[in-house]
T-cell receptor
Framework: GNSVTQMEGPVTLSEEAFLTINCTYT??????LFWYVQYPGEGLQLLLK?????DKGSNKGFEATYRKETTSFHLEKGSVQVSDSAVYFC??????????FGPGTRLSVLP | DTEVTQTPKHLVMGMTNKKSLKCEQH?????MYWYKQKAKKPPELMFV???????INESVPSRFSPECPNSSLLNLHLHALQPEDSALYLC??????????????FGQGTRLTVV
C-alpha cells in the first residue's frame, strides 16, 4: 500500500539554522506530494505541494523538490525562525480522495 | 474566503450523550472529509464525501455518523462514545479534479473529550 516515512524528531535548532526534514514515500504511479504544518492547538495548513516529478514547491522560505528516482520530498529552509516551531507532516494523495500522512516531525526553534 | 469553519472548538460529553460536530466551507469545494487526530499522531481519515455522497468510510464504528446536508456543510453525529474516542476531530475540504490532486483545506478542529 501507499505510505509516507519521515523523521519523527523532535528536531531542535537554533534560530537562523538550516532546516532539513526528510520525507520518503512508497506508492504506485505518480502521487501528488504535500507538506502540511500544524501549529500548537490548530488545524493543518498547507505549506507547499508538488504534483509531478522534478516539481519544486515553495512557500514562506520553505522548499521541497519531488524526486521520483529517490521517492523523496525533503523539506528545507535556509534560516528558521522561532515562529517556525510546529509539527510538519509530509503527505501524498491520488486525485484528492485519500491523503496519506507521515507520522509528523516536531520542530522546536530556540532563540 | 479560504476558511473551513468548525464548531464547537471544544466539546466535553458523557458516554450516554448525543452531540454533533459541524463544519462549513464556502469555497465551492465538492469533496469534504472528517479526520481524527490523537495526540502526537498524524490525522487518520474517517469519511470522505464527494458531491454530497459518502464515498469513503474507513471502517469507522457506527457511533460516528456523518451527514452532508448540502455542498457547504458537513456534520458528524456522535452517540454513545467511549473515552478512547477523545481526540481532535478535523474537517477538510478540497476541489474534485481529474488527474490533478488539489490541496485540502483544514479547519481548526474540535477538541473532543469523552468522560
Amino acid at each position: 500500500g501507499n505510505s509516507v516515512t519521515q523523521m519523527e524528531g523532535p528536531v531542535t535548532l537554533s534560530e537562523e539554522a538550516f532546516l532539513t526534514i526528510n520525507c520518503t514515500y512508497t506508492a504506485t504511479g505518480y502521487p501528488s506530494l504535500f507538506w502540511y504544518v500544524q501549529y500548537p492547538g490548530e488545524g493543518l495548513q498547507l505549506l507547499l505541494k508538488a504534483t509531478k516529478a522534478d516539481d519544486k514547491g515553495s512557500n514562506k522560505g520553505f522548499e521541497a523538490t519531488y524526486r521520483k528516482e529517490t521517492t523523496s520530498f525533503h523539506l528545507e529552509k535556509g534560516s528558521v525562525q522561532v515562529s517556525d516551531s510546529a509539527v510538519y507532516f509530509c503527505a501524498l494523495s491520488y486525485y484528492g480522495q485519500n491523503f496519506v500522512f507521515g507520522p509528523g516531525t516536531r520542530l522546536s526553534v530556540l532563540p | 474566503d479560504t476558511e473551513v469553519t468548525q464548531t464547537p472548538k471544544h466539546l466535553v460529553m458523557g458516554m450516554t450523550n448525543k452531540k454533533s460536530l459541524k463544519c462549513e466551507q464556502h469555497m465551492g469545494h465538492r469533496a469534504m472529509y472528517w479526520y481524527k487526530q490523537k495526540a502526537k499522531k498524524p490525522p487518520e481519515l474517517m469519511f470522505v464525501y464527494s458531491y454530497e455522497k459518502l464515498s469513503i468510510n474507513e471502517s469507522v464504528p457506527s457511533r460516528f455518523s456523518p451527514e452532508c446536508p448540502n455542498s457547504s456543510l458537513l456534520n458528524l453525529h456522535l452517540h454513545a462514545l467511549q473515552p478512547e474516542d477523545s481526540a481532535l476531530y478535523l474537517c477538510a475540504s478540497s476541489q474534485v479534479m481529474d488527474r490533478v490532486t488539489p490541496e485540502a483545506f483544514f479547519g481548526q478542529g474540535t477538541r473532543l473529550t469523552v468522560v
